[in-house]
């Protein structure tokens, strides 16, 4: 037989052995956290090339943690950084939700969480009211500007910005732009428990199925609250799993930092998971969400178009639970 009829027959035979439809899957460690997705594509993709690249960018942009970054250096005071793109995008991203939670959502309350200990600088372990006080007064996204070069212009020099509440929604969604532009349409990006979901799992013939994780799981255990079947979709979530107490009177509460304040208050929401056109949307969301309290959070969700939430909150002790009607919609326990 002709050794060229016998490798194209070979191929074939190959070919045909592979399963249809079926998924191609990468995970790995980013941003400080770790990521998962699938897709479908009948082209190879340089998948793990263009994540690189992103979460550079992404980085050298916004990190606090990474003390050469854009965001770093305006943190501490120059004023000569040009931001890029990406900045510019997240900046204006969280100018809107600023003003629609009515400052709830506010990426300037970075020192205070610094000070509680919740960011990338060693925290007090117990900041007295004088310290807290000084702390509040460099808290306000409206006291920032971006210029039309691309500057950020501070009201006061101490002001430091941590955009970790958005930033990860973001860099879904830039990944999402990615496989948007190699023409594929079905597809799972999980990042750090955010995620888009597009198109549809075509191995499973079914739109994506994702989980909302237990509130009441323990350490080391990992159980489901509800299941969600996705498609065209950003769902994020952001929760006070295992941090939440009792006081005296049996009353449960968690502690968020309230930027309005500058304190630490009891708050009853336990979880918040926001489906949004985008993730940067839906991350945003969720963290200001958090921060308002069940009732606030529930009230400016009634004013938001395209939005849907799934609220974990405390009353009376017990886990209580609200969904929008959109969110209903893609139950599927």
């Known amino acids: 037989m002709n050794k060229h009829i016998l490798l194209l027959l070979l191929l074939t035979l190959f070919m ?27 082209e190879e993709l340089k998948v793990e090339t263009a994540l690189d690249s992103i ?10 943690y990474q003390q050469d970054s854009h965001i770093s250096r305006i943190n501490r005071g120059d004023t000569s950084i040009v931001v890029d793109e990406h900045f510019v995008k997240v900046f204006r991203a969280s100018e809107k939700i600023y003003k629609e939670s009515e400052g709830f959502f506010d990426p300037t309350v970075g020192n205070l969480v610094n000070a509680y200990g919740f960011g990338p600088k060693k925290g007090l372990k117990q900041p007295d009211e004088a310290c807290l006080d ?29 955009f970790n509440a958005i930033a990860k929604g973001y860099a879904i969604d830039v990944i999402a732009e990615y496989f948007d532009e190699k023409n594929v349409s079905d597809y799972l990006i999980e990042l750090g428990g955010e995620l888009v979901a597009k198109g549809r799992n075509k191995q499973k013939d079914s739109d994506w199925i994702v989980a909302i994780d237990d509130p009441k799981q323990v350490e080391g255990e990992r159980t ?22 009792t006081d005296s009177s049996g009353n449960t509460f968690v502690h968020t930092i309230n930027p309005l304040t500058g304190l630490a208050e009891k708050n009853d929401l336990l979880s918040a998971s926001v489906l949004a056109e985008n993730c940067t949307l839906a991350d945003a969301y969720a963290s200001a969400f958090m921060a308002m309290g069940f009732e606030k959070a529930s009230a400016l969700l ?30 599927r326990d």
Do not use: W
């Open 16 to 42: 045909a052995c592979q399963p249809e439809n079926s998924a191609k899957s990468i995970s790995g460690n980013a941003l400080g956290t770790t990521y998962n997705i699938k897709y479908f594509s009948d």
């Open 55 to 64: 979460f550079e960018i992404i980085n050298t942009s916004m990190s606090t």
């Open 302 to 331: 009634g004013k938001l178009d395209n939005v849907d939430a799934y609220f974990i909150y405390v009353k009376k002790g017990e886990p209580v639970v609200y969904a929008s009607e959109g969110f209903k919609k893609t139950l």
């Open 224 to 245: 489901f609250q509800t299941i969600l079947a996705l498609k065209d979709r950003a769902m994020a979530t952001s929760g006070n799993y295992r941090k939440f107490k």
């Open 134 to 162: 000084s702390l509040h007064r460099l808290v306000g996204f409206d006291k920032l500007e971006l210029d039309p070069d691309n500057r950020i212009r501070k009201a006061e020099p101490g002001i430091y910005i941590d």
